[in-house]
């Protein structure tokens, strides 16, 4: 007890007010809510030597996802059947028109189309190619009809020759040949042959090729034309089709296996 200024007794504060000090504080610890009082320790630090690493489960959760590659060129035509089912209502006209006359052969083209988009239909096949068959020879139906001439039928055939030839022309000389541009976009591969000298003159050569093919279509169907020559101009549209394209093919695949050959063998 001490006494206050007016001699009044009052308690010593120091010895009321003081909270002992049990054992000795680290002064460095983390300390809790309470001074001086150590914080617990956290489970995630319990053990652990080096430093966390914050789990995401956006980025580790992730479900598996299959890629899916695009359908090819090809498969966008529909195979082959697809590229031969676009072609038979030219190939009905084609025979209508030599066997009887105009009006019948438009009418059977015509119906050959609708049969090909329904039978492709009915078996769950890709519907581009009959559809872009039907439009085409529903062209040169057009045509023919407004014309009143069967040639008529086969003015935009020679028109797409034309333009193909041209094309596969220009692509050679721009060093874009578009037999390998083609080939490759139907196999679904890349571009990267263009980086190979022997594989770039390959498909050049290739390109004129198809640059011939279609060049004695347009002079020989395009004689034909102009000489009025319906019937030959019919038999020349048949066997200047599958079979100069199956030569053009076949000359494509032998000069690009022996680039390729030529190629393995200087690596």
């Known amino acids: 007890m001490t006494a206050g200024p007016d001699g009044d007794p009052r308690p010593d504060t120091d010895a009321t007010t003081r909270i002992p000090r049990v054992g000795a504080v680290d002064e460095d610890a983390p300390t809790g809510p309470i001074p001086g009082v150590p914080a617990a320790p956290r489970p ?23 890629e899916r590659s695009s359908p090819t060129l090809m498969e966008q035509m529909g195979g082959v059947q697809g590229i031969v089912a676009s072609t038979v209502p030219v190939a009905v006209f084609v025979i209508v028109n030599l066997l009887f006359s105009l009006q019948p052969a438009l009418i ?35 045509i023919a009809y407004r014309t009143g001439e069967a040639r008529g039928f086969y003015l935009p055939g020679l028109l797409y020759s034309a333009g193909l030839g041209l094309a596969f022309l220009v692509s050679i000389i721009v060093r874009w040949p578009l037999a390998g541009v083609i080939w490759h976009g139907i196999n679904g591969h890349g571009q990267g042959w263009r980086k190979n000298p022997r594989m770039l003159a390959a498909y050049s050569w290739a390109s004129a090729l198809w640059v011939f093919v279609f060049a004695a279509r347009l002079v020989v169907q395009g004689w034909l034309y102009n000489a009025d020559e319906e019937t030959w101009l019919g038999i020349a549209r048949l066997a200047m089709g599958y079979p100069l394209v199956g030569v053009a093919i076949v000359g494509t695949v032998l000069l690009v296996r022996r680039a390729e050959s030529s190629a393995e063998a200087t690596s």
């Open 44 to 66: 995630s630090d319990a053990g652990s030597t080096g430093p966390t690493r914050r789990i995401d489960p956006v980025e580790d959760e992730q479900p598996e996802r299959g």
């Open 108 to 142: 059977a083209a015509i119906a050959a189309g609708v049969v090909v988009a329904i039978v492709r239909v009915a078996r769950k096949q890709a519907l581009q190619p009959a559809v872009s068959g039907l439009v085409g020879v529903g062209v040169c139906a057009f």
